[in-house]
């Protein structure tokens, strides 16, 4: 048998791709996330395990997989929130995997990157606007930041801010020490896809205010794309939405 | 009715999402590019009509998304390879819909980004390799590059470059002008997560030479985390390879 290392998506539990969903109602175990979607968590057959990663550090689900992968007749997935190799550490499972020497086939997951901000009614990139986005996430497993603010400050285009939301504060104050136009348009969007996001719109030097009573998991986007989209009400999630200004 | 913008994902029909094959299951009208898979404009409705925008350029598709909203009873999905919002000018379909009154829902799709260097056994992000990603596109809708190639070369992480196969030597050697590491690792995968996948791997001075002979879609991936991955032939489409390792 295989390991299956799968992307559940960013939230909305039918943004899973169609190859995924297959795979957690076939399998006999799922390793899950604490931000994957409990309706996946409920598509397992009846008789499988789910087991919650939750209180398990890296190493540990690591050790897990490769266990649960040793046992030839067992179909193991590993469900990740968004895509598991955008700020998701899943090549550090597919090496424990490989070095293990057990066979393993990724299935992609939609990332928040341009899901999010697109639910928002933003476009990562936009013609003649932006043609360039830049990835970064506000923490490393250590706790440092994960960028030169330097770098970032200096590039074109529109940045995109993973697990930013308690070291936003900082990264802005970094942002316009290194030069960056405190009227850049931002914004912060929490819960992206799923019912309950939130989306604040502020100038990049109003962004940790105007985005403190967010929780996690919440996206950054910072860039002139921000002012460039379409009214959230028109698009995204929740559907209804778009049926409902029609009437 | 709606129109829905939907993304069919890199390439492999499997990774479009559980929603977006809903709705291309249940549409009146598609209209697809070029690069969607085959096997998911089949999937229609026998009543439904299937239209290709290779001929049309974008106002037009703007101006027969907009046509198609009006007409009430018809539900219409816009289908494009990859995701919409990541050089797929799906903000510029939204604007318009959103500028003649048109309700329309974002249905995101897998972005090529990490989907597809995943299936080459390349992690975009890696701990302690890469915490950063740059994303851009190698050509803009006016023929120029899209992208300012001394920022480029002084980004840390991940470069991970599209439509970039032809101007490829173009933008290496001013990658290389810029102080880019001619030894820095980096790929050219053609065909990302189809049957017919083919990688490349060589040092960025010579990826121009080593990616000749592929052809487009190719996405290019550049930094260290291409010496970080894992064996492609133990992960990735086809999905068979990693059962053939077992036998």
Redesign the interface.
């Known amino acids: 048998m ?1 390991v299956f ?1 799968v992307g559940a ?2 939230g ?8 995924g ?2 795979l957690v109602r076939a399998c006999d175990v799922l390793v899950y996330d604490r931000l994957v979607s409990p309706e996946l968590v409920d598509e397992i057959p009846p008789h499988a395990r789910a087991v919650s990663r939750h209180d398990l550090d890296q190493h540990e689900v690591n050790e897990l997989l490769v266990s649960y992968g040793r046992r ?1 007749h067992l179909a193991v997935v590993r469900l990740k929130g968004g ?10 499972e ?2 424990a ?2 070095d293990a020497g057990i ?9 928040a ?3 999010v ?3 928002a ?1 933003i ?5 003649g606007v932006a ?7 506000g923490r ?2 250590d706790g440092s930041v ?3 603010p330097a ?2 400050a ?3 285009g529109t940045l995109v801010l993973f697990m930013s939301l308690g070291s936003l504060p900082d990264i802005v104050a970094a942002l316009l020490d290194h030069g960056k136009d405190p009227w850049t348009p931002a914004a912060a969007i929490a819960h992206g ?1 799923r019912a309950e996001q939130r989306t604040v719109r502020a100038a990049l030097a109003e962004l940790p205010a105007a985005a403190a009573e967010l929780d996690a998991p919440t996206l950054i986007v910072i860039g002139d ?1 921000v002012a ?4 959230e009400q ?3 999630v929740p ?1 209804v939405h ?2 409902e ?2 009437a």
Chains 1, 2 share one sequence.
């Open positions: 295989t290392l998506g960013p909305d539990p039918g943004l899973i791709t169609v190859r969903l297959e030839a895509d598991p190799f955008v700020f998701g550490r899943g090549g550090e597919a090496l995997l490989a066979p393993f086939e990724v299935v992609p997951g939609i990332s990157l341009s899901a901000p697109a639910a009614g476009p990562v990139t936009h013609r043609s360039q986005v830049t990835l970064v996430s490393n497993c994960g960028f030169d770098v970032l200096a590039a074109p896809t794309v460039s989209g379409w009214p028109l698009a995204g559907a778009a049926a200004t029609e």
